[in-house]
T-cell receptor, first 112, second 113 residues
Framework: SQTIHQWPATLVQPVGSPLSLECTVE??????LYWYRQAAGRGLQLLFY??????ISSEVPQNLSASRPQDRQFILSSKKLLLSDSGFYLC???????????FGSGTQLSVL | GNSVTQMEGPVTLSEEAFLTINCTYT??????LFWYVQYPGEGLQLLLK?????DKGSNKGFEATYRKETTSFHLEKGSVQVSDSAVYFC????????????FGTGTLLAVQP
């Protein structure tokens, strides 16, 4: 069966520090991968999606970047965190053409 | 543009009460519509979906009907339980291979015994 792992579960970082959140998927090949952010009082915002290794599409301009070094690995990064980067980050995957997304358990990021 | 609007929460109900969470959408073309649920401390999971007008999605006693004429996809359940307490997200899917979902802001449901 397919599983998705996301870590860490919680993270507290000072403003200006770097960020690296990792997401891996097991039990499937060539998944579409997604990073969403859930800010307090707001809906889920799609940040990045990837349909293949090295292929990253950015949905909104921001202080973050994403990379896909391997087929089932998706990394969310920042060189210098801002206060506004605080939020709940969710990784998700889907099969190509499938309508169902499978979400990880999320990372609560607090930038202080 | 494409967007989803859902009723603000929190919605507080007593056990066995009837639930309605409103969701309306704006979209070009004919989107698929979804309800996702997020239980405390967990990621989102698909609750139900409908892919064309007049389809009814149902799961775990929840149901929602795709109403093209009113551009709505309201979530209903006849008798809620404490275990239904969660955040519910309405979403639409833009067509194409990337399977991008646009989510609403989420509605917190709190069911009291």
């Amino acid at each position: 069966s397919q599983t998705i792992h996301q870590w860490p579960a919680t993270l507290v970082q000072p403003v200006g520090s770097p960020l690296s959140l990792e997401c891996t998927v097991e039990g499937t090949s060539n998944p579409n991968l997604y990073w969403y952010r859930q800010a307090a009082g707001r809906g889920l915002q799609l940040l990045f999606y990837s349909v293949g290794i090295g292929q990253i599409s950015s949905e909104v301009p921001q202080n973050l970047s994403a990379s896909r070094p391997q087929d089932r690995q998706f990394i969310l990064s920042s060189k210098k965190l801002l206060l506004s980067d605080s939020g709940f980050y969710l990784c998700a995957w889907s099969g190509s053409g499938a309508e169902k997304l499978f979400f990880g358990s999320g990372t609560q990021l607090s930038v202080l | 543009g494409n967007s989803v609007t859902q009723m603000e929460g929190p919605v507080t109900l007593s056990e066995e009460a009837f639930l309605t969470i409103n969701c309306t959408y704006t979209a070009t073309g004919y989107p698929s519509l979804f309800w996702y649920v997020q239980y405390p401390g967990e990621g989102l999971q698909l609750l139900l979906k409908a892919t064309k007008a007049d389809d009814k999605g149902s799961n775990k006693g929840f149901e929602a009907t795709y109403r093209k004429e009113t551009t709505s996809f309201h979530l209903e359940k006849g008798s809620v339980q404490v275990s239904d307490s969660a955040v519910y997200f309405c979403a639409l899917r833009i067509g194409g291979a990337t399977n991008k979902l646009i989510f609403g802001t989420g509605t917190l449901l709190a069911v009291q015994p």
